[in-house]
């Protein structure tokens, strides 16, 4: 059976006066530990705020929305559906087509 003791103090007093190690040195050791690891990742993370973090050069990146399709100043509904707005992405297949190589051609890509 396993006695379950209120304290550390009625521990022991119940074992003869003084336990074999000391818990109070062990907790200390354990929280001096504990207390290190976390400066060391505080100063880690403030290290890599000082410019030592690589970025990504695609992250500010900003994309060209407009319509490909040639005078119109629509906003596109973005790479998914070809860089063509709503109104252009009713034409036929044939027409879109022409359209993004016309833009190809006039880019220069």
Not at 6 to 15: E, F
């Amino acid at each position: 059976m396993v006695r379950q003791y209120r304290s550390v103090g009625a521990m022991r007093s119940h074992l003869g006066g003084s336990a074999p190690f000391r818990f109070d040195q062990i907790l200390n050791q354990i929280a001096d530990v504990i207390a290190q690891r976390a400066a060391d990742r505080i100063n880690a993370h403030v290290q890599m705020q000082d410019g030592a973090r690589v970025f990504s050069p695609l992250k500010d990146r900003r994309l060209d929305m407009r319509c490909r399709s040639p005078r119109c100043r629509n906003r596109s509904k973005g790479p998914r559906f070809r860089y063509l707005c709503e109104e252009h992405l009713r034409l036929p297949k044939r027409e879109q087509a022409a359209a993004l190589q016309k833009w190809k051609q006039k880019k220069g890509a």
